[in-house]
């Protein structure tokens, strides 16, 4: 196969041989008077094609209207988290660290950095589901438009378009963009990491190669060390590829590192030496450290599943499965799995052959070429994330999988773009490139056709309209050569059409659905997946172990009609971890809500599902606490919230409970602090019995509200924290009930028995 010599703009020093062939990619344009700005910004550049500025427009407007649908349905999401920017609303010391609650008990189990924005949003709107979520949405209309700027420099408007396209109607991505967990800042720090490491290898501009520093250590502060997985590849590639000296080249990568680590490190600096009496514990550590956190539970713990303090993870001892570890069998195929592959694998196939052959075609260009540089770097970064997720033991959520989606629309778009301009040159290069199109759109439509078959009874006509029309346009892309442009045109579409029909399918479905709780999925149940829309299995791939053949409802879709089916709780016959619902799993114990016993689903009423014990898709109206509230909020009762808030302004917590999400749930009804007790999984030795007697005495605290579910000290140890504060409050204070909610009041003792 003929290569060509595809030039670049290279302002530093060349290597010694013939002049680059010029780059067929558009120069930037002139600048223009400051009064023509606005035309500019509607017209584009004087290079682009005439639709190429409104086509952008369109595309960000259309975005736009996707992510902000119905996006107050999902009420606050995550209470985990809006519980924290409830608090960082109220109180500039909670912003800070990132605490559950505005007194300050304890921080989230991450970086702070993705709470700042709802956080802001919230003290100037009031808190709302909307205020919370908004920004969430806006980060996921800006990382549209940055890939689509990324993409276009080397590769031209029609191929950004198809980039941004693809990225905004992948399913997880529009979950996660309309959610309020981490991934979405993380994403798009990366995705204009990406564009600022292409900009510095257009011509070794120390200032593109800082900001990339910068973006990294703001991802560290979002998520930490998942925001760095990306960086040797990209570290690489500009030490042997930038247009400069390799000393100069060098110089620039240490120059990055140091803004990476500034701009990451300052607020890890001022929390390592803030005197730990003073500040929040640090959700997720069990030693009060956040570089503890960092290296331990949110670190290498997730490569390798020692994870100290999480909800049963762990790879080590897990039984059975391909190198399977406590969160499902790892392997090259896992991320094409039941459970996995309607988040993210729809272009998979496609971006992987579309990278090779990007990478041919550009192979024999001189060094410093920015097109292969941009494939180099692309897909590096999905090969890296791809690696990883395929093959990490520790804690593995389907939403995890957003990290991919920039990725594969940037590379999937380049590689088309390429093979579209070698199959116009014509001759033996252009029906070669042709027939790989060919191949690329007929596995992309039988991709489709595979995971739309994972939902036999949702749409069924789609999955066979994706599959004739996907194969219809690989004959037509074969036979262009016959037909004629027109034809090649009207084929591209439709292969364009088949490609993104199933994600678009999907992503319609999610944001037409309320997405609750800690656990969450794009699109319809699947047939095989980790227990339907909750994300936690019923004994499927992907379950951690503790999970498996016990307690699991059998419930896929939730949510429809006045009446649905759930995946309860239930009682099961298999334990679990010390320490969660029931004295083990969620089928060790009385289902939290409608449950039938021994695994049985439960009937959801009113619209709304039955407990889930993954935290759930949400589907439907707002239901009890998954798995007793671990990983989803508890309904509060009226009548209880209106007990909590009397005087609650006399106690520096008006309640304390047992785990984060438990505690948020009463937290965001009130507006009012709640300590949670064990931190996020109830497993935190935060507070000691000895600290929480103490707080107890100076009358800090008001209530203590009962989980019913025994979580004890969770799974993941704590040293039974959790379990000894409930005991004691158990055998010393006057218990009532309100609204079918048992509360202690921890300003009156219980009366001695008399026996």
């Given at each position: 196969?003929?290569?060509?010599?595809?030039?670049?703009?290279?302002?530093?020093?060349?290597?010694?041989?013939?002049?680059?062939?010029?780059?067929?990619?558009?120069?930037?344009?002139?600048?223009?008077?400051?009064?023509?700005?606005?035309?500019?910004?509607?017209?584009?550049?004087?290079?682009?094609?005439?639709?190429?500025?409104?086509?952008?427009?369109?595309?960000?407007?259309?975005?736009?209207?996707?992510?902000?649908?119905?996006?107050?349905?999902?009420?606050?999401?995550?209470?985990?988290?809006?519980?924290?920017?409830?608090?960082?609303?109220?109180?500039?010391?909670?912003?800070?660290?990132?605490?559950?609650?505005?007194?300050?008990?304890?921080?989230?189990?991450?970086?702070?950095?993705?709470?700042?924005?709802?956080?802001?949003?919230?003290?100037?709107?009031?808190?709302?589901?909307?205020?919370?979520?908004?920004?969430?949405?806006?980060?996921?209309?800006?990382?549209?438009?940055?890939?689509?700027?990324?993409?276009?420099?080397?590769?031209?408007?029609?191929?950004?378009?198809?980039?941004?396209?693809?990225?905004?109607?992948?399913?997880?991505?529009?979950?996660?963009?309309?959610?309020?967990?981490?991934?979405?800042?993380?994403?798009?720090?990366?995705?204009?990491?990406?564009?600022?490491?292409?900009?510095?290898?257009?011509?070794?501009?120390?200032?593109?190669?800082?900001?990339?520093?910068?973006?990294?250590?703001?991802?560290?502060?979002?998520?930490?060390?998942?925001?760095?997985?990306?960086?040797?590849?990209?570290?690489?590639?500009?030490?042997?590829?930038?247009?400069?000296?390799?000393?100069?080249?060098?110089?620039?990568?240490?120059?990055?590192?140091?803004?990476?680590?500034?701009?990451?490190?300052?607020?890890?600096?001022?929390?390592?030496?803030?005197?730990?009496?003073?500040?929040?514990?640090?959700?997720?550590?069990?030693?009060?450290?956040?570089?503890?956190?960092?290296?331990?539970?949110?670190?290498?713990?997730?490569?390798?599943?020692?994870?100290?303090?999480?909800?049963?993870?762990?790879?080590?001892?897990?039984?059975?499965?391909?190198?399977?570890?406590?969160?499902?069998?790892?392997?090259?195929?896992?991320?094409?799995?039941?459970?996995?592959?309607?988040?993210?694998?729809?272009?998979?196939?496609?971006?992987?052959?579309?990278?090779?052959?990007?990478?041919?075609?550009?192979?024999?260009?001189?060094?410093?070429?920015?097109?292969?540089?941009?494939?180099?770097?692309?897909?590096?970064?999905?090969?890296?994330?791809?690696?990883?997720?395929?093959?990490?033991?520790?804690?593995?959520?389907?939403?995890?999988?957003?990290?991919?989606?920039?990725?594969?629309?940037?590379?999937?778009?380049?590689?088309?773009?390429?093979?579209?301009?070698?199959?116009?040159?014509?001759?033996?290069?252009?029906?070669?490139?042709?027939?790989?199109?060919?191949?690329?759109?007929?596995?992309?439509?039988?991709?489709?056709?595979?995971?739309?078959?994972?939902?036999?009874?949702?749409?069924?006509?789609?999955?066979?309209?994706?599959?004739?029309?996907?194969?219809?346009?690989?004959?037509?892309?074969?036979?262009?050569?016959?037909?004629?442009?027109?034809?090649?045109?009207?084929?591209?579409?439709?292969?364009?059409?088949?490609?993104?029909?199933?994600?678009?399918?999907?992503?319609?479905?999610?944001?037409?659905?309320?997405?609750?709780?800690?656990?969450?999925?794009?699109?319809?149940?699947?047939?095989?997946?980790?227990?339907?829309?909750?994300?936690?299995?019923?004994?499927?791939?992907?379950?951690?172990?503790?999970?498996?053949?016990?307690?699991?409802?059998?419930?896929?879709?939730?949510?429809?009609?006045?009446?649905?089916?759930?995946?309860?709780?239930?009682?099961?016959?298999?334990?679990?971890?010390?320490?969660?619902?029931?004295?083990?799993?969620?089928?060790?114990?009385?289902?939290?809500?409608?449950?039938?016993?021994?695994?049985?689903?439960?009937?959801?009423?009113?619209?709304?599902?039955?407990t889930l014990p993954g935290g759930g898709m949400g589907e439907g109206g707002r239901r009890g606490g998954g798995m007793g509230g671990l990983l989803d909020g508890q309904q509060?009762?009226?009548?209880?919230?209106?007990?909590?808030?009397?005087?609650?302004?006399?106690?520096?917590?008006?309640?304390?409970?047992?785990?984060?999400?438990?505690?948020?749930?009463?937290?965001?009804?009130?507006?009012?602090?709640?300590?949670?007790?064990?931190?996020?999984?109830?497993?935190?030795?935060?507070?000691?019995?000895?600290?929480?007697?103490?707080?107890?005495?100076?009358?800090?605290?008001?209530?203590?509200?009962?989980?019913?579910?025994?979580?004890?000290?969770?799974?993941?140890?704590?040293?039974?924290?959790?379990?000894?504060?409930?005991?004691?409050?158990?055998?010393?204070?006057?218990?009532?009930?309100?609204?079918?909610?048992?509360?202690?009041?921890?300003?009156?003792?219980?009366?001695?028995?008399?026996?």
């Amino acid at each position: 196969m003929t290569t060509y010599d595809y030039g670049t703009h290279d302002h530093g020093t060349r290597e010694a041989g013939p002049p680059p062939a010029p780059d067929p990619a558009p120069r930037p344009g002139p600048r223009t008077p400051g009064g023509s700005r606005l035309a500019r910004a509607w017209r584009g550049r004087p290079e682009d094609p005439r639709w190429a500025r409104p086509a952008l427009w369109a595309l960000l407007a259309v975005t736009t209207v996707l992510y902000l649908w119905s996006l107050s349905a999902s009420g606050y999401a995550n209470q985990f988290y809006s519980a924290a920017v409830q608090a960082g609303s109220e109180s500039w010391k909670a912003f800070f660290f990132g605490s559950s609650d505005a007194a300050n008990s304890i921080t989230v189990d991450k970086p702070p950095a993705a709470l700042w924005p709802m956080a802001l949003s919230v003290r100037l709107f009031g808190l709302s589901s909307w205020a919370v979520l908004v920004p969430e949405a806006l980060m996921g209309v800006a990382t549209v438009g940055v890939l689509y700027a990324a993409v276009r420099r080397r590769f031209g408007a029609g191929a950004g378009l198809i980039a941004g396209a693809a990225l905004a109607v992948t399913p997880v991505a529009a979950l996660m963009f309309r959610f309020n967990n981490p991934d979405a800042l993380l994403c798009l720090l990366m995705v204009t990491a990406v564009y600022c490491v292409l900009r510095a290898l257009e011509d070794a501009r120390t200032k593109w190669l800082v900001l990339a520093g910068v973006c990294f250590g703001l991802g560290f502060l979002t998520k930490t060390l998942q925001a760095w997985l990306i960086l040797p590849p990209l570290a690489v590639v500009y030490a042997v590829c930038a247009p400069a000296r390799f000393g100069r080249r060098i110089g620039q990568l240490l120059l990055a590192g140091l803004a990476m680590v500034v701009s990451g490190g300052w607020w890890v600096a001022i929390v390592e030496l803030w005197p730990a009496s003073s500040r929040p514990y640090i959700g997720g550590s069990q030693h009060n450290s956040f570089l503890e956190l960092t290296f331990g539970y949110n670190g290498l713990g997730r490569i390798n599943g020692d994870e100290t303090g999480s909800v049963g993870g762990g790879g080590r001892g897990a039984p059975g499965g391909r190198g399977g570890g406590g969160w499902g069998d790892t392997g090259i195929d896992r991320l094409f799995g039941s459970d996995m592959g309607g988040q993210i694998a729809w272009l998979l196939p496609a971006a992987f052959i579309l990278l090779a052959a990007g990478i041919w075609l550009t192979w024999r260009a001189k060094r410093t070429d920015t097109r292969r540089a941009a494939f180099l770097v692309w897909g590096g970064a999905l090969l890296m994330t791809f690696a990883t997720f395929s093959f990490m033991s520790g804690i593995f959520h389907q939403y995890y999988n957003i990290a991919l989606a920039p990725y594969i629309a940037a590379v999937v778009a380049m590689g088309a773009a390429l093979l579209w301009e070698r199959r116009n040159e014509g001759g033996r290069a252009g029906a070669v490139a042709s027939a790989v199109l060919a191949v690329t759109v007929a596995v992309t439509a039988y991709t489709s056709y595979v995971l739309l078959g994972r939902s036999p009874d949702w749409h069924p006509w789609l999955r066979w309209a994706v599959l004739i029309g996907g194969l219809a346009a690989a004959a037509g892309l074969l036979l262009t050569a016959r037909l004629g442009r027109n034809a090649a045109l009207v084929a591209a579409g439709l292969g364009l059409a088949a490609g993104l029909a199933g994600p678009v399918a999907y992503t319609l479905n999610t944001v037409d659905t309320p997405k609750r709780g800690s656990i969450v999925t794009a699109g319809p149940s699947v047939a095989g997946a980790m227990g339907g829309p909750g994300g936690f299995p019923g004994g499927g791939r992907g379950a951690p172990p503790w999970m498996r053949n016990g307690g699991q409802g059998a419930g896929q879709q939730a949510g429809q009609g006045t009446q649905s089916q759930g995946n309860q709780a239930g009682q099961g016959n298999q334990g679990g971890p010390q320490g969660m619902p029931g004295g083990g799993s969620p089928g060790g114990g009385q289902s939290p809500r409608n449950g039938t016993g021994n695994g049985q689903g439960g009937q959801g009423q009113n619209g709304r599902p039955g407990t889930l014990p993954g935290g759930g898709m949400g589907e439907g109206g707002r239901r009890g606490g998954g798995m007793g509230g671990l990983l989803d909020g508890q309904q509060v009762n009226a009548d209880v919230e209106t007990k909590l808030e009397k005087n609650a302004d006399d106690y520096t917590w008006a309640a304390a409970a047992i785990g984060s999400q438990n505690a948020a749930s009463y937290q965001l009804a009130t507006e009012k602090p709640v300590m949670a007790i064990g931190g996020f999984n109830g497993s935190d030795p935060s507070p000691t019995l000895a600290q929480f007697k103490e707080y107890v005495k100076q009358g800090k605290i008001h209530y203590f509200i009962s989980s019913g579910t025994g979580m004890g000290g969770g799974p993941g140890g704590g040293g039974g924290t959790s379990s000894q504060i409930t005991s004691w409050i158990e055998a010393t204070y006057k218990k009532v009930t309100v609204g079918g909610t048992t509360l202690y009041d921890l300003t009156q003792k219980a009366a001695k028995s008399s026996g």
